[in-house]
């Protein structure tokens, strides 16, 4: 009996032993003092596969990651002012609890790099960078960059896939601070994976010039470097997809068959290789995974994309990255617009009724050459060739009535055939020397620079236009049946020198030459059909013209630049002269102008405390008119709305303001954005409007005085409970500015004032659950001052949620839902668009890397897009088609390989 007893003991604990879980258990110390670190951050990784387990932080006594699996991790553990630390252990079957012990080593580096190079999640700030860790916003398996963006605070992504942050346009991506992606930065987050990306780096774009000095300039634009995970910078990784269902067209025509086939593959290593291809007939809603833009804007498209990067950096002397591609689009639109016209007595609406079908072929040829001369001396090159062709042809159906008493009466009646065909290339180079000496702020930069484009663009118009009393009676009928040839081109060059000398540590006095020239031409011969012979023979000297404009800017700035503890500030003054001139050949007249302006420029960035930044900034740009904006000749493609330029246009001058403060907490995980832009503007280009007999109007660009804008943007980001289970950020922005314009040689005043929130949502409450939701009001008003009855007010609300769930046996189920509504104005009425996409796909091999997808888009049915536009003098309602519902069945096949990194092991 004793014995018994004694066996079903062991068993019992033998099977306890089996059943309890496995865990590691640690402690994060100082390797000189031995005392623990609390709050470091420490992440267990699943080996090979790279996926992250969990991410806590520590505490005084320990950490624990429970309930894990056998098998091999890696635990990294990071630390503010500490160097980060990477240990591999294995959990055997027999394991129940392992203890480490983890020694973080003092950095030697002050994190002063411009780039924030330390991983503390969720974000960190330095100066005018933020880092988002990456890991401190989860995302489901196999999402893209873009996919990770969303989740970030301050940063939206519109219906094309276009990056803003604050506001400010994203124009440009780095790789792990490399330049690889060239041409379009959505090309590097609609295809990079999310899982390779350790952090993303937002700052403000700067050119060559201000990197290499440290004097920053204000582009009004930002710039995002892709950080890369240690264990990613090596290997290679890619994707193969097809598929093909039901739906699309009209939503009422019938069936049609949709398709989307594609592969893309990256290589990095001591070459950096980027290949991608796409084609499909779907609007770009399924290119290897469900697209979260949705259709886009309207229309019916068929894509084409193909693209290859190569970048090599083998060579300490010489950098290569290379670029080349083509993409092309199909696009069935038909619109139907309602357009409000306020005029000084009276308003003017306009319903048109439009299709159209147009096919653009662009292609692109990157090159950009780094070669060190030494380590103190740079040359570069940067070129691009992009050639383009295109065919449009649209027919167009209006009706405008007069809105003058209680009775609007129909004043014009008319429809217009126009087609056009253009075949366009573009050349551009830049060469950059860079010198810098061991005496800390003496540099030189010299840059020359040629830009060369060339457009053919042959078209044919035909209107019949009728026009009526209010009685009804038609009072005229016009005719235009007219083919026209045009050739333009422009032709620039230009240079620069800078020099920056210091006078003490720390602080630096610059000096800068800029010319610019440019010769831009526009030859333009349209002739009338005649009837007699059945050609296009008849001169029409009204919209015939030969026309050259000379623009050259000198540029001469100084300035005085420091760096004082936490303070980095300057102080400098620009003297600009302008030459513009215009020729026209055809009445043989010119007109030459000469402008001089000064403006000065000022910036500070004050950092009070780690985590904390406020930057202010003032700077001046100007904005020469366009030779379409200067050449005196009417567009009659639109016969209701006939643009002219004018010659006598000035430069204009924008004064820019910029306030920012940026803060973030690594303790408990929230942070704030403040973002504050005002312009003033002289000589601003400004539309006029004159209404020509029969209610035809015509806009014709002048200068203006007194125009400003002001704005902000506030984000506030936390956690949702753990910061694991996911974070949120809300959003307030505000516009007020006051615009000026010209109605019927009246001068009007419109102020505007805008204002709108967001709220944006990442839970991910349990492992296999994400939910990712997003609401957003914005309203706008707009008071006229020579018609204060016919003011403005519109409102706008989106609102979306996504979420997956991961069933048992590798199956996942995701749902998008999009909901747009328009508020009413006079009218035009209040529209709403929903949009419903659904999937469920199954994954299949040991590392899942087959994927079957079921995917069904527009579950709704929804065939129509509405959007809203308001201008100085007008409110636009416009509706136009969507693809409706698609069903598709896809094939995926995921690759990847990356050799393991070197770390050291748990014994």
């Known amino acids: ?137 989860p995302t489901r398996p196999n999402a893209t960059v873009e996919d990770l963006l969303r989740k970030l605070p301050g940063i939206d992504i519109d219906k094309n896939g276009n990056v803003t942050m604050q506001g400010q346009k994203v124009d440009k991506i780095y790789l792990d601070g490399k330049e690889f992606f060239l041409n379009d930065p959505r090309t590097a987050t609609q295809n990079l994976p999310a899982d390779i990306v350790d952090q993303i780096e937002a700052f403000d774009s700067q050119s060559e010039r201000a990197r290499l000095t440290g004097i920053k300039e204000t582009t009004g634009t930002k710039t995002l470097n892709i950080k890369l995970k240690k264990n990613r910078k090596r290997g290679y990784f890619g994707k193969a997809y097809a598929g093909t269902g039901s739906g699309g067209g009209d939503g009422k025509a019938g069936v049609t068959s949709s398709y989307s086939a594609g592969a893309t593959a990256t290589s990095l290593g001591t070459n950096w290789i980027f290949a991608t291809g796409n084609l499909n007939n779907m609007n770009n809603q399924f290119t290897g995974k469900d697209n979260k833009n949705g259709p886009g804007s309207g229309g019916l498209q068929t894509f084409n994309d193909a693209q290859l990067n190569f970048r090599n950096d083998k060579s300490k002397k010489l950098a290569v990255t290379l670029n080349a591609g083509t993409n092309g689009v199909h696009t069935s639109l038909a619109t139907a617009t309602r357009r409000k016209t306020l005029l000084t007595d009276s308003s003017l609406l306009e319903n048109r009724y439009s299709s159209s079908t147009s096919r653009s072929q662009s292609y692109h040829a990157n090159a950009f050459l780094e070669y060190n001369i030494d380590s103190f001396t740079v040359i570069n090159l940067r070129s691009v060739y992009t050639p383009q062709t295109s065919r449009n042809s649209s027919r167009d159906t209006v009706q405008i009535s007069t809105q003058r008493s209680a009775d609007p009466w129909v004043s ?109 031409r526009s030859d333009k011969q349209s002739f009338d059909f005649d009837s007699t012979s059945g050609r296009y023979d008849i ?28 303070y980095r500030y300057q102080l400098g003054l620009t003297l600009q002269m302008s030459d513009l001139d215009d020729h026209n050949l055809t009445t043989k007249s010119s007109i030459t102008q000469h402008q001089i302006n000064w403006y000065p420029r000022a910036s500070l960035i004050y950092t009070p405390e780690k985590g904390r930044t406020i930057n202010i900034q003032y700077s001046a740009n100007t904005t020469s008119p366009t030779i379409q904006q200067l050449q005196p000749l009417p567009d009659l493609t639109n016969p209701f709305l006939v643009h002219i330029g004018n010659p006598d246009l000035l430069q204009q001058l924008t004064h820019n303001f910029n306030a920012s403060y940026t803060g973030f907490n690594s303790r408990n995980f929230r942070n704030l954005q403040l973002a504050l832009q005002g312009d003033l503007s002289q000589h601003q280009i400004t539309p006029a409007t004159t209404v020509l007999s029969g209610g035809v109007q015509q806009i014709q660009y002048i200068n203006v005085d007194g125009v400003w804008h002001l704005s902000s943007n506030l984000t506030y980001g936390f956690p949702i409970g753990d910061q694991r289970k996911g974070n949120s950020s809300v959003g307030v922005h505000l516009r007020y500015g006051r615009d000026v314009s010209y109605v019927n040689g009246q001068q009007n005043i419109t102020t505007g004032l805008g204002w709108g929130s967001n709220l944006k949502l990442n839970f991910h409450p349990i492992e296999r659950l994400f939910i990712e939701a997003l609401g957003s009001v914005d309203y706008t008003g707009s008071l006229y001052s020579i018609y204060p009855n016919q003011n403005t007010k519109t409102w706008l609300q989106n609102y979306s949620i996504d979420a997956s769930y991961e069933l048992p046996g590798a199956v996942t189920v995701t749902s998008n839902y999009v909901l747009q509504i328009t508020g009413s104005q006079g009218t035009l009425p209040s529209r709403s668009v929903a949009l419903w996409n659904a999937s469920v796909y199954k994954d299949f091999l040991r590392d899942r890397s087959l994927q079957i997808r079921f ?53």
């Open 412 to 520: 014009n009646q008319g429809h217009t055939n126009n087609d056009n065909h253009s075949d366009s290339y573009s050349i551009n180079n830049t060469l950059n020397f860079r010198r810098r000496w061991r005496l800390p702020g003496r540099t030189l930069f010299v840059s020359l620079s040629q830009s060369y484009d060339h457009q053919d663009q042959p078209a044919a118009t035909y209107s019949l236009v009728n026009y009526f009393d209010s009685t009804g009676k038609q009072l005229q009928r016009t005719l235009i049946d007219q083919a026209s040839g045009q050739l333009s081109g422009n032709d620039g060059y230009g240079a620069s020198v800078s020099y920056t000398e210091p006078i003490k540590p720390g602080h630096v006095l610059d000096f800068t030459y800029r010319l610019n020239h440019s010769t831009s």
């Open 1 to 137: 009996m004793r014995q018994l007893f004694l066996f079903i003991s062991l068993s019992i604990t033998f099977h306890c032993a089996y059943a309890q879980a496995p865990s590691i258990r640690g402690i994060v110390t100082d390797s000189l003092t031995r005392q623990p670190l609390e709050d470091a951050t420490v992440t267990l990784t699943q080996m090979p596969s790279g996926n992250i387990v969990r991410r806590i932080r520590s505490s005084k006594k320990d950490f624990v990651f429970g309930n894990l699996t056998p098998g091999p991790y890696r635990i990294t553990t990071t630390y503010l002012g500490y160097s980060p630390d990477t240990l591999s252990i294995t959990i055997d079957r027999t394991d129940t609890a392992r203890r480490v012990r983890i020694s973080l080593h003092q950095s030697s580096n002050a994190l002063m790099e411009v780039v924030v190079r330390a991983a503390i999640p969720p974000a960190i700030v330095r100066n005018d960078t933020i880092a988002f860790n990456a890991g401190a916003y």
């Open 855 to 907: 995917s069904a888009f527009g579950i709704l049915n929804t065939v129509n897009n509405f959007t809203q536009t308001v201008g100085l003098n007008y409110v636009e309602t416009r509706q136009t088609n969507l693809p409706g519902r698609i069903l598709l069945l896809s094939l995926i096949y995921r690759f990847r390989r990356f050799p393991q990194s070197r770390s050291r092991t748990a014994p």
């Open 539 to 566: 001169p029409d000297t009204l919209t015939t013209n030969h026309f050259v404009n000379y623009n050259t800017i000198q540029r001469l700035s100084t300035g005085y630049n420091a760096t004082d503890g936490k």
